[in-house]
């Protein structure tokens, strides 16, 4: 690869740095930044296919096989050792990461559509934000309790805007269905190690959410399938949720994934065909379109939440806050 090349991977570290690890994680806003300045670990990364360079990714890698490094020394030094093996892990996982803490950004909008509802996320991993119905909520000036069950269930924290809609209960989910390419078993604690390896290091209180979602999502179990977004695994599923419910596809931090604008664009098509409600909560450079009718102000690193194409709320991609913008825009 050449510098060209080299320059591009490290712009995206610094871009990861500066919009998502900044505020929020102090080690890998460190280990992101002295990545983009190293050239043996840019020459390390441009062996991996594209999709496989991304930060979170190599970051968790080295992570999950040799602990959590003390700062970028330590971090360098551990790659240096064991490129293989760090290679062939990013190589076998992906940043599958399972945010449970988003369903506090998706709960205003899901309690004001028609109930019941039946969820069917695209890229649920394992299905931890299919069950937005069995959390706890606290908004600050609203608090939403999850209904008793022998797991005890994650509070997840969100400060919401003012003019954000506070919904009265959780909504009402009769069916709920997850398509992912490589689904993750909520049991499988070799699967869930991996999973909890994505948690930012210094975020304790989110990591201690996840286990206690994985504990639900365990009993529960819900229907997670193994498929593409982009194929006709999606429509099959569709066709199998109640008719007198409403049914809601949904996605989170996914189609970023989906190099190709024109197949976003084409997924977001055939949604739109196959459901009456589509919500997207993804970064705003994923649909352009709707990004340009959500208003000049953009907050650095946040998710764009829409509705059927139009924009509704600024999210934290983890969801710890939610900027009410339907009005506005």
Known sequence: MGEEGLA?????Y???????????????EELARAVAGDRETLGFLSTL?????????????????????????????????????IRSLMLERSTQTNEPG?????????????????????????????MPDLYSYD??????????MAAEPPVFRCSASETTPMP?????????????????DASDPSQVAWLETLVWPEQTARLANLRAAVKIAATVKPR?????????DLVRLCSEAPKDATLVIFHTAVLDYVSDPADREAFAEQVMRLSPYW?????????????????????????????????VAWTDPHGASLEWIADEA
């Not at 591009?8 to 995206?12: D, F, T, V």
């Not at 991304?54 to 240096?80: D, I, M």
């Open 8 to 12: 591009e991977i490290s712009a995206r």
């Open 14 to 28: 610094i871009r990861f740095a500066d919009t998502e690890a900044h505020g929020r994680s102090p080690l890998y």
């Open 49 to 85: 296919p594209d999709v496989k360079r991304q930060p979170n990714l190599l970051l968790a890698a080295v992570r999950h096989l040799f602990g959590t490094p003390t700062g970028w020394n330590e971090f360098r030094q551990a790659l240096q050792a064991n490129p293989d093996a």
């Open 102 to 130: 988003r369903c506090a950004t998706l709960l205003p909008v899901l309690a004001r559509l028609p109930q019941p509802l039946a969820l069917l996320e695209v890229g649920t991993s394992a299905g931890l934000c299919l």
């Open 139 to 148: 908004y600050g000036r609203k608090a939403i309790r999850a209904p008793a």
């Open 168 to 184: 009265a209960a959780a909504p009402q989910v009769v069916w709920r269905a997850g398509l992912d390419l490589s689904p993750i």
């Open 224 to 232: 997670v399938l193994k498929g593409d977004l982009r194929g006709s």
């Open 279 to 311: 919500v997207s909560n993804e970064f705003p450079r994923v649909f352009p379109c709707i990004a340009r009718c959500a208003g000049k102000s953009r907050p650095p690193g946040h998710f764009l939440l829409s509705v059927n194409g139009s924009p």
